[in-house]
């Protein structure tokens, strides 16, 4: 009887497709090696939370001295992205922009140079949709699986495993993605095919940025008008104004602890990403012919903020720009 099971079994196997088949292998897999490409600031703690969970890491970055503190806690560092693709067949990338996602999968030392069939690709950045679907193109001719999966929530987030994923990519994929952000992330949710991660994630930080903007002005007035910030604050979050800028990241310093404010505005979501961010917005509403007047006045905001030595600061520096812009 037994024998007559797994020859059924075995029938039925061969009837899937073979992502579905992929997938149940992936799921069998369970606590295989996970190879990790980007250890930034994000990375590096989205890396750390897959240990946690007990899952071996493969990881690399471009700067090899990024590696070290993951390494110390148990991951396993190769020298390229080709080198982890050899060892895992699951893979994360978390990069800064379009190009440095193209150079990791297609260039001469990338993922795809070495990918395994079946492999399950997963891009956490934040890039153009239309690249996610080049990719994805790139590694199903590899026989391999890319999804894109971007996320919200900041360093803070990353490091508590309280991300929103976004996901994007064929359906049947889902689960086997789900798996492993669930480690990192508090939300997976799945958006459609590939590139309607990318599509969700641009969306969410357009309305960011606009918002964060809209608080900075909101208390550089209000302190102008001879409010105490901390009150205004408090107001502000008990009536109709309230936002995440406001409420979980106040851009004014001594509002609030455990935010970039309150250090000098280091750390957090740097003004460059933001900037990029909004262009990514910005082209695709070209492409597109959507009118979003906020979102390009936000895009043009935030460059100025790059040419005035904001560049490397949190993107909730903008409260500090305009309080500079007044005295000027």
Same mark, same amino acid.
């Given at each position: 009887?037994?024998?007559?099971?797994?020859?059924?079994?075995?029938?039925?196997?061969?009837?899937?497709?073979?992502?579905?088949?992929?997938?149940?292998?992936?799921?069998?897999?369970?606590?295989?090696?996970?190879?990790?490409?980007?250890?930034?600031?994000?990375?590096?703690?989205?890396?750390?939370?897959?240990?946690?969970?007990?899952?071996?890491?493969?990881?690399?970055?471009?700067?090899?001295?990024?590696?070290?503190?993951?390494?110390?806690?148990?991951?396993?560092?190769?020298?390229?992205?080709?080198?982890?693709?050899?060892?895992?067949?699951?893979?994360?990338?978390?990069?800064?922009?379009?190009?440095?996602?193209?150079?990791?999968?297609?260039?001469?030392?990338?993922?795809?140079?070495?990918?395994?069939?079946?492999?399950?690709?997963?891009?956490?950045?934040?890039?153009?949709?239309?690249?996610?679907?080049?990719?994805?193109?790139?590694?199903?001719?590899?026989?391999?699986?890319?999804?894109?999966?971007?996320?919200?929530?900041?360093?803070?987030?990353?490091?508590?495993?309280?991300?929103?994923?976004?996901?994007?990519?064929?359906?049947?994929?889902?689960?086997?993605?789900?798996?492993?952000?669930?480690?990192?992330?508090? +939300?997976?949710?799945?958006?459609?095919?590939?590139?309607?991660?990318?599509?969700?994630?641009?969306?969410?930080?357009?309305?960011?940025?606009?918002?964060?903007?809209?608080?900075?002005?909101?208390?550089?007035?209000?302190?102008?008008?001879?409010?105490?910030?901390?009150?205004?604050?408090?107001?502000?979050?008990?009536?109709?104004?309230?936002?995440?800028?406001?409420?979980?990241?106040?851009?004014?310093?001594?509002?609030?602890?455990?935010?970039?404010?309150?250090? +000098?505005?280091? *750390?957090?979501?740097?003004?460059?990403?933001?900037?990029?961010?909004?262009?990514?917005?910005?082209?695709?509403?070209? +492409?597109?012919?959507?009118?979003?007047?906020? *979102?390009?006045?936000?895009?043009?905001?935030?460059?100025?903020?790059?040419?005035?030595?904001?560049?490397?600061?949190?993107?909730?520096?903008?409260?500090?720009?305009?309080?500079?812009?007044?005295?000027?």
């Amino acid at each position: 009887m037994a024998a007559l099971l797994f020859r059924g079994s075995r029938h039925v196997l061969q009837r899937w497709n073979k992502h579905v088949d992929f997938a149940f292998v992936r799921s069998m897999a369970s606590k295989t090696p996970v190879g990790f490409i980007g250890l930034g600031n994000m990375g590096t703690p989205m890396a750390r939370n897959l240990l946690k969970n007990g899952y071996p890491v493969i990881a690399t970055d471009v700067f090899p001295e990024s590696c070290k503190d993951l390494q110390d806690i148990g991951a396993q560092v190769v020298d390229s992205p080709a080198d982890v693709a050899e060892k895992a067949d699951r893979i994360i990338t978390m990069l800064p922009s379009s190009p440095n996602v193209i150079e990791v999968y297609t260039g001469p030392n990338g993922i795809l140079k070495k990918v395994k069939k079946g492999t399950l690709l997963i891009d956490s950045s934040t890039i153009d949709p239309a690249v996610s679907k080049e990719m994805a193109v790139a590694a199903e001719k590899m026989g391999a699986v890319f999804m894109d999966a971007p996320v919200s929530g900041g360093v803070g987030a990353a490091s508590l495993a309280k991300l929103t994923f976004m996901v994007g990519g064929l359906e049947e994929e889902y689960h086997a993605a789900q798996e492993l952000l669930t480690c990192m992330g508090a +939300n997976v949710v799945y958006c459609g095919q590939v590139g309607t991660g990318q599509a969700a994630k641009i969306c969410n930080n357009m309305l960011l940025a606009i918002g964060m903007i809209g608080t900075a002005e909101t208390m550089n007035l209000g302190i102008r008008l001879g409010l105490d910030p901390k009150l205004l604050a408090q107001i502000l979050n008990m009536s109709s104004g309230r936002c995440w800028s406001s409420d979980s990241y106040n851009p004014v310093p001594g509002v609030m602890e455990g935010v970039p404010s309150a250090n +000098n505005y280091q *750390g957090g979501f740097g003004t460059t990403l933001m900037a990029k961010d909004l262009g990514l917005a910005q082209n695709t509403a070209t +492409n597109t012919k959507t009118p979003i007047p906020l *979102g390009s006045l936000a895009h043009q905001i935030f460059r100025v903020m790059c040419s005035r030595g904001y560049a490397n600061k949190d993107f909730s520096s903008i409260f500090q720009f305009l309080r500079e812009e007044e005295g000027q």
